[in-house]
């Protein structure tokens, strides 16, 4: 089993929607967690990072992490064209045999269609 | 500011030569990881360099290595290429050694074995 699920899609939405994605986890070890996103042909692109339980909003994005559960999620409103892309789910634990160590999911392809 | 900057972008090797990725981390970051990113696996750990020491290594064998510089650019090293290395190979670097201090990534390097 993966220490990191992440349900890769693909998820294709109407421009203007709602878009939930979601990653589960294992490793109770895991304090940081970080949203990217990453277009094709392109490197990841950090769009969130929190690390303790609770809502962070930034923009039209928010990150929900819930440390009981062992879930997060990222949360995008009025989806728009330009946010077509493969969304990565990233968590760290702190120190040790885990520097400089990020644990990804598999990735979610997001589709939003004008 | 600059970011993460990888050279080369693309590569074409042959099976049984080696390969040297180099990274140039953002202006004052120390930490700098390396990721091997495949539609398989997803994003792999490769290692981790903080003040030249080689600090974290993930599950790859002895054929990658790499190092870092006193000005914290750092190399990655592939000996005897094989046809399942083909790959993206990424960089991330990060501010401190902290595990929580967010990770930004290079646009890569793309890999070919032939």
């Known amino acids: 089993q993966k220490e990191v699920e992440q349900d890769p899609g693909p998820l294709s939405v109407p421009e203007g929607a709602i878009v939930s994605l979601n990653c589960t986890y294992s490793?109770?070890?895991?304090?940081?967690f970080m949203w990217y996103r990453q277009y094709s042909r392109k490197g990841p692109e950090l769009l969130m990072y929190t690390y303790s339980s609770g809502n962070k909003e930034d923009g039209r994005f928010t990150a929900q992490v819930d440390k009981s559960s062992k879930y997060i999620s990222l949360f995008i409103r009025d989806s728009q064209p330009s946010d077509s892309a493969t969304y990565l789910c990233a968590m760290s634990a702190a120190g040790g045999t885990s520097y400089g160590k990020l644990t990804f999911g598999q990735g979610t392809i997001l589709t939003v269609h004008p | 500011k600059a970011g993460v900057t990888q050279t080369p972008r693309y590569l074409i090797k042959t099976r049984g030569q080696q390969v040297t990725l180099s990274c140039s981390p953002i202006?004052?970051?120390?930490?700098v990881s390396w990721y091997q990113q495949t539609p398989g696996q997803g994003l792999q750990f490769l290692f981790e360099y903080f003040s030249e020491t080689q600090r974290n290594k993930g599950n790859f064998p002895g054929r990658f290595s790499g190092r870092q510089f006193s000005n914290s650019r750092s190399e990655m090293n592939v000996s005897t290429l094989e046809l399942g290395d083909s790959a993206l190979y990424l960089c991330a670097s990060s501010l401190t050694a902290d595990s929580n201090q967010p990770q930004h990534f290079g646009d890569g390097t793309r890999l070919s074995i032939l």
């Open positions: 202006s004052g970051h120390r930490s």
């Open positions: 490793n109770s070890a895991f304090q940081y």
